[in-house]
């Protein structure tokens, strides 16, 4: 190879490597990047925070339903020995419907003898009479 060869040889790789230096420069400088990156970050800040709401919504959400799962425990128990009182009070107002049954139909008896002695006593009344 001649000396003109190896110079254009030199020459060609310096070209090459500024040429590609000034479009490293180039591409890092333009606003597009800047922008874009600037852009992520943001992004990347709302996932940041929208995930640490719902982590804490999560978290509430959980102490609550254990809150309502102790009281819904609670009232279980309520109802239940209230459920046993409630019975014992149907059974005892059943048992005073069935006593005053009962008397009523002895009032009822002792109207119709009453209602049949007064008949007998007007006729014993009428046969004095006579």
């Not at 509430?60 to 014992?88: C, H, V």
């Amino acid at each position: 190879m001649n000396t003109v060869g190896k110079i254009l040889v030199v020459l060609n790789l310096l070209f090459a490597v500024g040429f590609c230096g000034i479009v490293v420069v180039y591409r890092f400088n333009r606003e597009e990047w800047r922008e874009l990156a600037e852009s992520r970050k943001q992004i990347s800040i709302v996932y940041a925070a929208s995930a640490n709401a719902a982590h804490q919504q999560a978290k509430n959400l959980r102490e609550q339903n254990k809150k309502l799962s102790a009281q819904f425990e609670q009232f279980m128990i309520n109802s239940k020995s209230g459920e046993g009182d409630l019975a014992k009070q149907v059974e005892d107002l059943r048992k005073q419907v069935r006593d005053q049954a009962e008397i009523a139909k002895l009032e009822i008896l002792n109207r119709e003898k009453a209602v049949e002695e007064g008949k007998r006593l007007q006729k014993e009344v009428a046969l004095l009479a006579k």
